[in-house]
């Protein structure tokens, strides 16, 4: 028996991209899926673009909020209304390969695993695949999580019939981060990772995630106020996660000739 996966996407003035990323979808090889499309009051044709789909597929569904949310409360909203036994997510101008979930599904069932990911490419935000892979860890524990967010958002997938449904924080960047911390720690064992690239990150040129620096100053928000730690706690964990950020993950992000 195939048990449905909930996909949640957050759209916002994405008109460029969300067509592209919903077809990805669809040509999944894994059928049993719904599609919850949350649009964080778009004022492009997203929400049109969107609904032109929903005529012929009746497992897409379109949330909208009254007004700009952010993405945390999208997700959220998205979570709330999914239906499904996996939950997994897919950014509005990212993409998956056609046999993404119907590998990571059989991956978790054969492993008895509650949250999995796997490596993706990198493309350009034209869409010109730039011959680099993200390799995830084959074992991810909660200790070496808090280090540095090893999950990749388009990749991962928890069972939410075993874990329960789990939100993220309302924190303008990293809330991804938090809600996968919360999910390895309730599963109380590691986080397991394929090898093989199965999805496409789209490397946004003005994006707050494309630009290392500005990105960094997120991350204490995660320890501090997403986790709750001490002020001295969080200082230590945000300078063990510095070292791991700059030296000890770009390792795993290999070009095509070394994969």
Not at 115 to 129: H, I, N, P, Q, R
Not at 146 to 164: E, F, M, V
Request: hydrophobic share 40%; glycine share 4%; net charge positive.
């Amino acid at each position: 028996m195939n048990h449905i996966v909930s996909i949640i996407t957050p759209t916002y003035n994405s008109e460029k991209f969300i067509k592209q990323t919903i077809e990805s979808i669809i040509s999944q090889s894994y059928k049993n899926w719904e599609l919850i499309v949350v649009d964080d009051a778009s004022f492009d044709s997203t929400v049109a673009i969107v609904e032109e789909f929903i005529v012929n597929h009746s497992n897409i569904k379109l949330l909208q909020n009254d007004k700009n949310e952010g993405a945390a409360i999208s997700r959220n909203n998205g979570i709330e209304a999914a239906q499904g036994d996996y939950i997994a997510f897919l950014d509005a101008d990212d993409l998956w390969k056609s046999d993404k979930l119907e590998k990571q599904i059989e991956f978790i069932k054969s492993n008895n695993a509650d949250v999995c990911f796997c490596s993706y490419d990198l493309m350009s935000e034209e869409g010109t695949l730039l011959n680099e892979t993200v390799t995830a860890l084959t074992k991810l524990s909660y200790k070496k999580f808090l280090k540095c967010n090893y999950i990749g958002n388009l990749t991962g997938i928890y069972h939410a019939k075993s874990l329960g449904k789990i939100y993220a924080p309302d924190l303008r960047k990293r809330q991804d981060w938090l809600m996968w911390l919360e999910a390895v720690k309730r599963s109380n064992k590691p986080a397991l990772g394929m090898e093989e690239s199965l999805a496409i990150y789209r490397v946004r040129k003005h994006s707050i995630s494309s630009n290392k620096l500005n990105l960094v100053k997120y991350n204490f928000l995660v320890y501090r106020k997403g986790l709750g730690f001490s002020l001295i706690k969080s200082i230590y964990c945000f300078t063990v996660f510095l070292f791991e950020y700059f030296f000890i993950k770009p390792k795993q992000t290999v070009t095509s000739k070394e994969k």
